[in-house]
């Protein structure tokens, strides 16, 4: 079966950086894209960006592109997200996210998602 | 950035009743790339609807969406004691990929 399985919590001051890894399982890994959303505490849903395996290419959501980095690597089937300078309105669940999308394309919508990984900004 | 706003904010019923949730977009969705997703608390949020209509797999029928361009509608036709949760629309026409703020379904 597919699953998502992210990293532990971090907790973090302002202008230091995190790194999210998101191990995939269960389907063929450089088939599908992986996004990346986050949540933060009460708000709803912030599409950060995507990465695509097949193509070896990644997408930045344009307002986040200057602090996030989405890399892979394919022999372990594991994605990480680093986002850089933090600010406290970076605390947020995280979750990685599969696209449906059987190919080197992608649909954009998110099929299979991670348990989320809460990262705590403050000083 | 196609913004989705979502109606009502909170939604009270009571098990049994039919539930219907709006979501509308500031410039038309082509394609009809629309999705809903229910989140519970604590939980990932989990893919209800995609193509405006076309339920995910293992989505009971009592899920049902509907809508084009950019009025859009999520109806729960009977509400289970398991529905009462948050919904959430996304569009996947136009990039950035965007979600609404939310329905929250709770008990009357």
């Known amino acids: 079966q597919v699953q998502l399985v992210q990293s532990g919590a971090e907790v973090k001051k302002p202008g230091d950086s995190v790194k999210v890894s998101c191990k995939a399982s269960g389907y063929t890994f450089t088939s599908h894209c992986i996004h990346w959303v986050r949540q933060a505490p009460g708000q709803g849903l912030q599409w950060m960006g995507m990465i695509n395996p097949s193509r070896e290419t990644t997408t930045y959501e344009q307002k986040l592109q200057d602090r996030v980095t989405m890399t892979w690597d394919t022999s372990t089937s594991t994605v990480y997200m680093e986002l850089s300078s933090l600010r406290s309105d970076d605390t947020a669940v995280y979750y990685c996210a599969r696209d449906p999308y059987y190919g080197s394309g992608s649909f954009n919508y998110f099929d299979y998602w991670g348990q989320g990984t809460m990262v705590t900004v403050s000083s | 950035e196609i913004v989705l706003t979502q109606s009502p904010g909170t939604l009270s019923l009571s098990p049994g009743e039919r539930a219907t949730l709006s979501c509308r977009a500031s410039?038309?969705?082509?394609?009809?790339?629309l999705a809903w997703y229910q989140q519970k608390p604590g939980q990932a949020p989990r893919l209800l609807i995609y193509?405006?209509?076309s339920r995910a797999t293992g989505i009971p029928d009592r899920f049902s969406g509907s809508g084009s361009g950019t009025d859009f509608t999520l109806t729960i036709s009977r509400l289970e004691p398991e529905d009462f949760a948050m919904y959430y629309c996304?569009?996947?026409?136009?990039?950035?990929?965007?979600f609404g703020q939310g329905t929250k379904v709770d008990f009357k």
């Open positions: 410039q038309s969705v082509d394609s009809d790339y």
């Open positions: 193509g405006v209509s």
């Open positions: 996304q569009q996947y026409s136009s990039l950035p990929w965007t």
